[in-house]
């Protein structure tokens, strides 16, 4: 692997880490369109991805953020559905 994979990877990786619960909202509301909003019950942030819960109309649906390295892309699921994104 090249040195802008490795780059690349601790670019995702800060980002995640520097991320607030209203940063992984707007993520989210990037793929996905609710009524009424969602609220994010709990969260966990790894090199890569971002997995949790979150409550809508008094529904827990898991959710996940995952950035893809080598595609410049990510990926984002609610419950079972994934969107996948074109970073900018």
């Known amino acids: ?13 800060n980002k995640i880490l520097g991320m607030s619960e ?16 969602p609220k994010i019950v709990f969260y966990t942030k ?8 979150i409550e809508v109309s008094k529904k827990m649906l898991k959710f996940e953020i995952w950035f893809s390295v080598p595609y410049n892309s990510m990926a984002i699921t609610v419950a079972k559905i994934t969107k996948v994104l074109k970073e900018e």
Do not use: C, H, W
């Open 1 to 13: 692997m090249s040195s802008t994979y490795y780059e690349k990877r601790q670019q995702i990786k």
């Open 22 to 37: 209203q940063d992984i909202l707007n993520f989210i509301y990037r793929a996905f369109v609710f009524r009424p909003t």
């Open 46 to 53: 790894n090199d890569n991805s971002i997995t949790g819960m």
